[in-house]
């Protein structure tokens, strides 16, 4: 079992940042694929970004690449979410999430731990 607690969200106005993290316990290892996704109301899930527990193999969803940027902390078990030039279309509840595989995807059907989310405002 993987146990994720993300943290970090909060109320922002379009143009500014917020830092996103996600804390691991239980099971991990090298081995697992870690995955930021989010919704907004009224709307599916959609993946935002993934990236190894090892590091690397990194990848974005058009509508994030260039702002956003994923990254892990294996001495702090913590992945995090780096967003900046934030827009309203940002606005979703994000969740981290894990899939037992070094293969990133991006479907959250592939996932199979998640957090409980947390909520990221911007403000226009």
């Known amino acids: 079992q993987v146990r994720l607690v993300e943290s970090g969200g909060g109320l922002v106005q379009a143009g500014g940042s917020l830092r996103l993290s996600c804390a691991a316990s239980?099971?991990?290892?090298?081995?697992?694929?870690m995955g930021w996704f989010r919704q907004a109301p009224g709307k599916e899930r959609e993946f935002v970004a993934a990236?190894?527990?090892?590091?690397?193999?990194?990848v974005y969803a058009d509508s994030v690449k260039g702002r956003f940027t994923i990254s892990v902390d294996n001495a702090k078990n913590t992945v995090s979410l780096q967003m900046n030039s934030l827009k309203p279309e940002d606005t979703a509840v994000y969740f981290c999430?894990?899939?037992?595989?070094?293969?990133?995807?991006?479907?959250?059907?592939?996932?199979?731990?998640w957090g409980q989310g947390t909520q990221v405002t911007v403000s226009s």
């Open positions: 239980g099971r991990t290892s090298t081995r697992y694929a």
């Open positions: 999430a894990a899939r037992y595989g070094i293969v990133v995807l991006q479907g959250p059907d592939e996932y199979d731990y």
């Open positions: 990236i190894r527990w090892s590091g690397g193999g990194t």
